[in-house]
């Protein structure tokens, strides 16, 4: 079975005439509304992402998790990502674990890198052991998750000694996914961990993350789990309105905007409208358009990944709220029902 979300990472709005981004509170308070809806109208998952920048407005997707857990009923509550790097894994659980309560066990947690840096200066960690931070930290989470009781020792926190967890979540574990990247390294670690997969499709065209996701699922049964367990998903940047081409062209300034934003960093080139349609043809990175055209790309991408989990990363940018609205209600309204009945033939 299929299951439909949306992810976000509480993008703020810039102030062309400033270039200062506008306030997280009322974001965050636009949020809640959100996921409120998204809950109403079925989606099975929604989740937030750790960022440490002026122009996101979540630092902590535990806290914010916190605050729609209890105005939510149905839908499951994630991360997307808390980086696991930078993060003390046992505070982490126990935070997740409460939210978990709060929620009455609807609760996940998805570790990964995260998409920029900041975080290690703020909490105080030297990037040249980027990668054994997180495999150390990856691994003491998923040791946390087995048992209430844990004795662990390793390099970049202290040690554990008998010593026991509080509070234990519901059901006496939370589901952890780990996102990654584009490497086999990556899918091979999570494979031997036992942990589904997120994977971040945010260029080129969906085929040709083929042979990574056959990768994973040679990686999953090689490692001796069980194929009933099998769980992957993807990503997309995603909008949807009631006018195919009405919704792409609105979208595109601010799309481009914050790509341009980004790209300042990273040395990228100025993101071309060129680009921007040709993410929207039938393989492309961008599910941006009206229900119909929406529902094809995503279809294609779960028969053409074997997905069990799409997720459309909706804010980049930032779309106003009243956007943001339709764009939740025609995914819950028109969008989710055409994927899962045209699944089910």
Same mark, same amino acid.
């Given at each position: ?5 949306i ?22 308070q636009?949020?809640?509304?959100e996921?409120k ?7 099975d998952f ?6 440490h920048?002026?122009?996101?407005a979540? $630092? ?7 605050a729609?857990?209890s105005v ?5 509550l $994630? $991360?997307?990502?808390?980086v ?7 505070k982490?659980?126990k935070d997740?674990a409460?939210?978990d309560?709060?929620s009455?066990?609807r609760t ?20 040249e ?9 990856l691994n003491?989470l ?13 390099k970049?926190?202290? $040690?554990?000694?008998n ?9 006496g574990?939370?589901?952890?996914w780990v996102?990654?990247?584009g490497t086999p ?7 031997k961990?036992?942990?589904p ?7 080129g ?36 309105g ?5 919704i ?5 300034p ?9 790209g300042?960093?990273?040395n990228?080139?100025?993101?071309q409208?060129i680009?921007?349609?040709?993410g ?5 990175h961008?599910?941006?358009?009206d229900a ?6 995503i279809?294609?991408?779960i028969?053409?990944?074997g ?11 930032a ?5 943001m609205?339709?764009s ?5 309204d ?12």
């Open positions: 079975m299929i299951e439909l979300g992810d976000m990472f509480g993008d703020l709005q810039i102030d062309p005439k400033t270039g200062k981004a506008k306030s997280p509170a009322k974001r965050m636009e949020m809640v509304e996921v809806l998204m809950d109403e109208v079925g989606l929604f989740a937030v992402g750790e960022h920048r002026e122009e996101y979540v $630092s902590s997707p535990e806290i914010f998790l916190a729609v857990a939510t009923k149905n839908i499951k $994630s $991360s997307a990502v808390s696991i790097s930078s993060a003390d894994p046992v982490l659980y997740f409460m939210v309560l709060l009455n066990g996940e947690i998805m570790a990964g890198r995260g998409s920029f840096i900041e975080s290690f200066p703020v909490f105080g960690y030297p990037l052991n980027y990668e054994v931070l997180f495999e150390e930290k003491l998923v040791e946390l998750n087995k048992k209430e009781t844990i004795s662990w020792k390793g970049f926190r202290a $040690s554990l000694d010593q026991s967890i509080y509070p234990q979540p519901k059901n574990n939370i589901p952890i996102a990654v990247g390294e990556s899918v091979i670690r999570a494979a961990l036992g942990l997969v997120m994977f971040a499709i945010i260029g065209t969906i085929d040709r993350f083929k042979p990574l996701f056959e990768y994973y699922k040679q990686a999953w049964v090689e490692a001796g789990n069980d194929i009933k367990d099998y769980q992957v998903g993807v990503h997309m940047h995603s909008l949807f009631e006018d195919d081409q009405a792409a062209d609105s979208y595109f601010l799309y481009a905007g914050q790509m341009d934003r980004i300042a960093s990273r990228w080139p100025p993101y409208r680009q921007y349609d040709y929207r043809k039938k393989l492309g961008l599910i941006v358009g119909n055209h929406a529902a094809e790309k279809i294609e991408a028969e053409t990944l997905l069990t989990r799409f997720s459309a990363h909706m804010d980049v940018g779309p106003d709220h009243v956007t609205m339709k939740i209600e025609i995914y819950g028109k969008i989710a029902p055409q994927v899962r009945k045209t699944l089910k033939k």
